[in-house]
């Protein structure tokens, strides 16, 4: 049996890594400090990242990661620090601006709905193959 033990990125302790880059306890710190950080944006609508970022004593990066995971949301797209991946158009929450994401949808639809071409009609010669579409 195998253990994969490996260091916290937070706390540097030394856990039993269960798909996860820090231990039971910073994971158990990190989701107390979301709630907090969620519960000051619905109080404060206007704020920004990084005004929350200061306020709050939480990184940046942490920040964006919980907007990108469409965990937070803020009320203007541009307090969010986080634009669109594909036309880089600030956005409030996840990773693509809607009319991007209707557009990657319909894309991605259209290619699933797309008519198969018809396989050529095999005619059988004795040993031989012939294709009538040539």
């Given at each position: 049996?195998?253990?994969?033990?490996?260091?916290?990125?937070?706390?540097?302790?030394?856990?039993?890594?269960?798909?996860?880059?820090?231990?039971?306890?910073?994971?158990?710190?990190?989701?107390?400090?979301?709630?907090?950080?969620?519960?000051?944006?619905?109080?404060?609508?206007?704020?920004?990242?990084?005004?929350?970022?200061?306020?709050?004593?939480?990184?940046?990066?942490?920040?964006?990661?919980?907007?990108?995971?469409?965990?937070?949301?803020?009320q203007?797209?541009?307090?969010?620090?986080?634009?669109?991946?594909?036309?880089?158009?600030?956005?409030?929450?996840?990773?693509?601006?809607?009319?991007?994401?209707d557009?990657?949808?319909?894309?991605?639809?259209?290619?699933?709905h797309?008519e198969?071409?018809?396989?050529?009609?095999?005619?059988?010669?004795?040993?031989?193959?012939?294709?009538?579409?040539?």
């Amino acid at each position: 049996m195998s253990f994969d033990l490996t260091n916290c990125r937070r706390c540097g302790r030394l856990f039993h890594r269960v798909n996860r880059p820090i231990c039971p306890d910073c994971e158990k710190a990190l989701e107390e400090k979301y709630q907090e950080v969620k519960q000051y944006i619905r109080e404060n609508e206007h704020v920004t990242i990084v005004e929350v970022s200061k306020e709050m004593d939480v990184s940046v990066e942490q920040l964006k990661k919980w907007v990108r995971e469409e965990r937070l949301y803020f009320q203007d797209p541009s307090a969010s620090g986080i634009e669109c991946l594909r036309c880089g158009k600030p956005i409030a929450k996840g990773k693509y601006c809607p009319k991007c994401a209707d557009k990657m949808a319909n894309q991605l639809g259209a290619s699933i709905h797309k008519e198969k071409e018809p396989e050529p009609e095999i005619k059988k010669d004795g040993n031989k193959m012939r294709f009538l579409d040539k």
